[in-house]
């Protein structure tokens, strides 16, 4: 039973460039949550999706930033012309269908994004 | 908006040491959540606190929840140097419907000296 996936674990982009971030959820979720550690401080979040649709994206920075989840695939966060104030660790979680989850949100293991 | 504060955030104790952290949050919530991440890693559940009055224990660590007062604790009992990390504490975010999320608090270094 395989946790949540993020890959890639390190992501190296120049200024200007665009990172791509992909979340798998456990098997049995369908709701993903994505969130932005900057360093030595705690987790923000960006935004909530579920299968085709986002449910709240009101951490999201209003330009550069987009988030989806499609029907077939892990989600995937896009970050356009990045600055080195996007460097930072990106965590997805994922939960079950459930309105609040009872044993948690289970997190992956982080994308680490430097931009150089 | 919802707002979580842990104090301290930083804590440096010694082995064989009892200590509480604790997490104070400004909107009414029935869930807490406690996780711990090691540097460089993920975040990994420690407790899921779903009701006022709830208390878990794992090992040296133990997570209450008083959700009148908007606090909870973790107690670490005669601590040791593999608890060595940043403990954060969560609560669930609404708007509108269902739960759409976690709001953390800063986290709480903590190092425990041999």
């Known amino acids: 039973n395989a946790g949540v996936m993020q890959n890639p674990r390190h992501l190296v982009r120049r200024r200007g460039q665009e990172a791509r971030l992909r979340c798998s959820p456990m098997?049995?979720?369908?709701?993903v949550y994505w969130y932005r550690q900057l360093p030595e401080e705690g987790l923000k979040f960006m935004v909530y999706?579920?299968?085709?649709?986002?449910?709240?994206e009101s951490g999201m920075p209003k330009e550069r930033f987009s988030a989806e989840f499609p029907k077939e695939g892990p989600s995937i966060l896009r970050i356009q012309q990045v600055v080195r104030g996007d460097s930072a660790a990106y965590f997805c979680?994922?939960?079950?269908?459930?309105?609040?989850?009872?044993?948690?949100?289970?997190f992956g293991s982080g994308t680490r994004l430097t931009v150089v | 908006e919802l707002k979580v504060e842990q104090n301290p955030l930083f804590l440096s104790m010694q082995e064989g040491k009892n200590y509480t952290i604790y997490c104070n949050y400004s909107?009414?919530?029935?869930?807490l959540y406690w996780y711990r991440q090691d540097p460089g890693k993920s975040l990994e559940s420690l407790f899921v606190?779903?009701?006022?009055?709830a208390v878990k224990q794992e090992g040296r660590l133990m997570a209450s929840l008083d959700t009148k007062a908007r606090l909870s604790t973790l107690h670490i009992t005669a601590a040791v140097h593999d608890l060595s990390a940043t403990y954060f504490c969560?609560?669930?975010?609404?708007?509108?419907?269902?739960?759409?999320?976690?709001?953390f608090g800063k986290g709480t270094h903590l190092i425990i000296q041999p």
């Open positions: 979680a994922s939960s079950p269908p459930v309105t609040a989850p009872k044993y948690g949100y289970t």
């Open positions: 098997k049995g979720h369908s709701h």
């Open positions: 999706l579920q299968k085709e649709n986002i449910i709240d």
């Open positions: 909107t009414t919530s029935d869930r």
């Open positions: 606190l779903l009701s006022n009055g």
């Open positions: 969560a609560v669930d975010f609404y708007s509108g419907g269902g739960a759409d999320g976690l709001t």
